[in-house]
């Protein structure tokens, strides 16, 4: 089993910028890939970024140059560095993992996840 616990949720204005953590126990944490998804009110749960253990990441189009995913290993942490927030932003925001198989990018799909967070809520007011 792996336990995750996200944290760095809130309100910010359009344009500001919140860091995520996912903090991960209970097994390897580095042999796992890392993702973030949100979900808003009504709407699917969609990927917002992906880190495999080597360090490969995928990023969802509407993040792409905002928001930069990372890792650290030896402290079992991963972290979603978020920028120019924009109103549509505005979601809760869930860590997920699940144990690296062979590929190049982060599964994208939130059915190939084993493990989930509890989720933070991230509002942005325009």
């Known amino acids: 089993q792996v336990q995750l616990v996200e944290s760095g949720g809130g309100l910010v204005q359009a344009g500001g910028s919140l860091r995520l953590s996912c903090a991960a126990s209970?097994?390897?944490?580095?042999?796992?890939?890392m993702s973030w998804f949100r979900q808003a009110p009504g709407k699917e749960r969609v990927l917002v970024a992906g880190?495999?253990?080597?360090?490969?990441?995928y990023y969802a189009d509407s993040v792409k140059g905002r928001f930069t995913i990372s890792r650290d290993n030896a402290k079992n942490t991963g972290f979603l560095q978020m920028n120019s927030l924009k109103p549509e932003d505005t979601a809760g925001y869930y860590c997920?993992?699940?144990?690296?198989?062979?590929?190049?990018?982060?599964?994208?799909?939130?059915?190939?996840?084993?493990?989930w967070g509890q989720g933070t809520q991230v509002t942005v007011s325009s």
């Open positions: 209970g097994r390897t944490f580095s042999s796992y890939v």
């Open positions: 880190i495999r253990p080597s360090g490969n990441t």
């Open positions: 997920a993992a699940v144990i690296a198989r062979v590929g190049i990018r982060p599964p994208t799909v939130s059915d190939e996840y084993d493990y």
